[in-house]
């Protein structure tokens, strides 16, 4: 059990660190696209990458990737999709446009908030809040203040497109955590990339200028983007939380902003302030506090 629990653990590490260098290719994708036309066709690349999974999993049990659909119909899958995936679209969609004017670490730090969001978004679900949550929650603002608030007391924009995001984010996780125990995890997943694609192309039709040209020199980051931070990133979390608790999963996925910030300093040059890492750490600590209850019950 324990060597299952380890190979867990180092799964959900893998898909962490996909998940943070997707901040870097994201970065570096919207040199050439529009943050709309680039999450499209990153997430049509996602909902593609998944066909194989949706494949593999027709004739396996059901507990591989989630809750059956013994208890809901093909309609309640699609109308849970479309509702996660105006989420996604809407979270997604902050988050690329602030990755104009923040970096990489910063963003998925400020994205990373909803690990401290979704306990005291549960509140209004009735769920118990652990005392430890509160003490995150301070630490986490802490940590945001000195990150992203400047000495004039003032915050850069794409800080509060990101912290827009991460509150949509925290939604999203609540919603999904909903619909998986009525229905299968896998295509819920398929239906939401692919509203989120849709939305996006819709939304960059309109307001900006894609050419074949400038998807090709995005080729890169879009295919890390899509293939590997949704398919590949997906399957790993989906298999390595099938041997751990919700909790310890959560604390590992949370290493992703640490592995933004790596790639941040070693792909793009980026670098922060002494308070700006002060501000990290702090957010960083309330992360793995806000997991503090979950792991006492466990």
Not at 13 to 26: K, M
Not at 42 to 67: Q, W, Y
């Amino acid at each position: 059990m324990k060597n299952k629990e380890l190979k867990a653990s180092m799964l959900l590490l893998l898909a962490a660190a996909i998940w943070g260098f997707a901040f870097v290719a994201q970065r570096i994708g919207i040199r050439y696209l529009g943050s709309f036309s680039f999450n499209g066709i990153r997430f049509a690349m996602g909902s593609v990458s998944l066909i194989p999974l949706l494949i593999f999993f027709r004739h396996k049990p059901n507990d591989t990737v989630g809750a059956g659909e013994t208890s809901a119909d093909f309609s309640t899958t699609v109308k849970s999709g479309v509702l996660a995936g105006l989420v996604l679209f809407t979270a997604a969609s902050l988050q690329q446009i602030g990755l104009i004017y923040t970096t990489a670490g910063k963003a998925a730090f400020i994205t990373g908030l909803y690990i401290v969001l979704v306990p005291i978004f549960g509140i209004f679900l009735k769920h118990k809040i652990h005392r430890s949550t509160w003490v995150a929650v301070v630490l986490a603002i802490i940590g945001l203040y000195l990150l992203s608030v400047n000495k004039n007391f003032t915050i850069a924009k794409g800080d509060l497109y990101q912290i827009g995001g991460a509150f949509l984010w925290a939604v999203h996780i609540l919603l999904i955590d909903r619909f998986t125990k009525s229905v299968d995890a896998l295509k819920l997943s398929f239906i939401q990339f692919t509203t989120c694609s849709v939305l996006s192309l819709i939304v960059a039709a309109f307001c900006e200028h894609i050419t074949l040209h400038a998807v090709n020199q995005a080729l890169i980051p879009l295919l890390y983007g899509g293939i590997c931070s949704v398919g590949i990133a997906y399957t790993l979390q989906v298999v390595g939380q099938k041997s751990a608790k919700p909790s310890h999963a959560a604390i590992i996925l949370s290493m992703e902003s640490v592995f933004a910030s790596i790639g941040g300093m070693l792909i793009l040059n980026e670098k922060l302030s002494g308070r700006g890492y002060l501000g990290c750490a702090l957010m960083m600590s309330g992360m793995l506090l806000s997991q503090l209850g979950s792991l006492k019950r466990s």
